[in-house]
T-cell receptor, first 111, second 115 residues
Framework: AQSVTQLGSHVSVSEGALVLLRCNYS??????LFWYVQYPNQGLQLLLK??????LVKGINGFEAEFKKSETSFHLTKPSAHMSDAAEYFC?????????FGTGTLLAVQP | SAVISQKPSRDICQRGTSLTIQCQVDSQVTMMFWYRQQPGQSLTLIAT?????????ESGFVIDKFPISRPNLTFSTLTVSNMSPEDSSIYLC????????????FGPGTRLTVL
């Protein structure tokens, strides 16, 4: 079975600081992995995805994530946080035809 | 990519009534999905809806409570029946699109409050 765990339900960073949101997965086969962002009162927007190609995946808004098989991780990073990055971030893994979501991490950006 | 619209965007309903949520996609898609996001929580898959067949429901969700229609490849509806305050959630429509059909896109959601 596949599942995904996000460590840290709340993360707070200062504007301009590094953003690191953690995601670990459990899978018996190479997974498809995704990061989505949900801004307040909006739906989900795809940030990036890993589909067994390059292990370092670049997404929108300056975000990127690295697939590390040895660590079963797919952490999301951004070198410099912006106030507009404040949102909830969801890691997800595809299980057959289903997309299984982590519990989400709420990112706060302090001025 | 796929552009998804949902109607209504939000509603406030009385206990015991039903609400039908519409989902429209700008391209033909085989698989459509309905998710629920309860307040402060993550997304939970309700059911998968394929055109021309019965929807497949996840554990904890039943057709009598959440009937789904899928009349064509661009449209689906989800009805929340006999509502109670516990049904207050965001309901999201989702489709898989693009080659090779890996990426899943989401609609803006329908924010339902049941009094």
């Amino acid at each position: 079975a596949q599942s995904v765990t996000q460590l840290g339900s709340h993360v707070s960073v200062s504007e301009g600081a590094l953003v690191l949101l953690r995601c670990n997965y459990s899978s018996s086969v190479p997974p498809y992995l995704f990061w989505y962002v949900q801004y307040p009162n909006q739906g989900l927007q795809l940030l990036l995805k890993y589909t067994s190609a390059a292990t370092l995946v670049k997404g929108i808004n300056g975000f990127e994530a690295e697939f590390k098989k040895s660590e079963t991780s797919f952490h999301l990073t951004k070198p410099s946080a912006h106030m507009s990055d404040a949102a909830e971030y969801f890691c997800a893994v595809r299980l057959g035809n289903k997309l299984i979501f982590g519990t989400g991490t709420l990112l706060a950006v302090q001025p | 990519s796929a552009v998804i619209s949902q109607k209504p965007s939000r509603d406030i309903c009385q206990r015991g009534t039903s609400l039908t949520i519409q989902c429209q996609v700008d391209s033909q898609v085989t698989m459509m999905f309905w998710y629920r996001q309860q307040p402060g929580q993550s997304l939970t898959l309700i059911a998968t809806a394929n055109q021309g067949s019965e929807a497949t429901y996840e554990s904890g969700f039943v057709i009598d409570k959440f009937p789904i229609s899928r009349p064509n490849l661009t449209f689906s509806t989800l009805t929340v029946s006999n509502m109670s305050p516990e049904d207050s959630s965001i309901y999201l429509c989702s489709v898989r699109a693009g080659a090779p059909g890996v990426t899943q896109y989401f609609g803006p959601g329908t924010r339902l409050t049941v009094l």
